[in-house]
């Protein structure tokens, strides 16, 4: 038995046979198609969710706090500090706020192991190494951080008090180019010069200025400066 199947010459019909049954109807692979598809989906949903999972935890995780502390100073009047603790960069920064209402910033940049020193109206930055005491006592600040605990109110029976005396080396300024990013931006316009720790300034010397910096661990230091001869 044999078939004649005849097209339109019109336009692609569907092909009519001799004998009243209809063509087959091209197949398309559709199972392909779908397979394909669900792949590509699977694929961009994958790519999303790492992108979730590994991008935003990280931009968002351990973001700067603000703790701040207050504590009498020996003449009964209070210190005020605004600490910002960034634990993710290991950097704590704190504005010492005087009686005066003058604000000096010290940087802690743990990572590198320099503290820099930016007075209230002094054109100069300040550069010392850190110590060990100095990593003790940011590192109570950087554990006490974790916790939800915003503000400290330290008692003056209980603080321990010491001074500090830094001699200013006025030979060796530094350029700010070499220094690591957080420094560089707190001394930005500013000369910026080494200091090394020293027993006191002598008689024949005399202390430029002082700057008051309180921990949570009841420890205050009073870091007081001054210029060696040129």
Sequence with gaps: MWRCCKHSENSLEEAQCTDGGPAASPQFPHKA?????????LLVI????????LGLPQLHSQPS??????VPDQTGALINQSTV?????DLVTFSVTSPANHTSTVLFDI???L???????QESCFLRKMEKSDYDNVHSLLHQSTHKQNQFQLSGNDTQRQTEFLAVLGASQVDVSTLDKPVQDLCLGSSVHWTRRANGPGKQRLVYFCIDICF?????????FYYLPE
């Design 46 to 53: 994958i790519a999303l969710g790492l992108t979730g999972h």
């Design 33 to 41: 198609f779908w397979v394909s598809l669900s792949a590509s989906l």
């Design 216 to 224: 949570p661990s009841n420890i205050c230091v009073s870091v007081c």
């Design 65 to 70: 706090k603000i703790v701040r502390i207050t």
């Design 115 to 121: 503290i820099c020193y930016k007075p209230v109206e």
């Design 85 to 89: 603790v960034d634990q993710r960069n």
């Design 111 to 113: 990572k590198h192991g």
